[in-house]
């Protein structure tokens, strides 16, 4: 029972034989989704990126706050006294001011 022209063969079509290329496509499936979805996949990969970006845009701010900090801390050191950052921070601890100054309070930066 061969016909060249229909490419037929002697036995019938049978569902075992599609039955392993059929698991591998199921397999493959599964490893791609994951690849992409899963909780180590492309997705979670991107996510990590953006939150690294993040993460160093706040680092950057916060080490130019300390930086500032510490510029003024070196200020009130006592070999490189500022005598007028002196009197502006015991000031404004202690509340006092002249009678003829003019007390401006500013958010703390």
């Known amino acids: 029972m061969e016909t060249y022209g229909l490419i037929r063969t002697g036995e019938p ?23 992409v979805q899963g909780r180590h996949g492309f997705m979670a990969w991107l996510e990590l990126n953006k939150e690294i970006a993040q993460l160093e845009g706040e680092q ?18 006592p ?9 502006e921070r015991a000031r404004a601890l202690l509340g006092l001011s002249h009678r003829d100054e003019l007390t401006i309070f500013r958010a703390p930066d």
């Open 79 to 87: 070999e490189s006294l500022d005598p007028d950052l002196l009197d």
């Open 60 to 77: 950057t701010r916060l080490s130019e706050t300390r930086l500032r900090l510490e510029r003024r801390v070196a200020l009130l050191r």
């Open 13 to 35: 079509f049978r569902l075992r034989h599609a039955l392993i290329p059929f698991a591998c496509l199921i397999i493959m499936a599964y490893f791609a989704y994951h690849a």
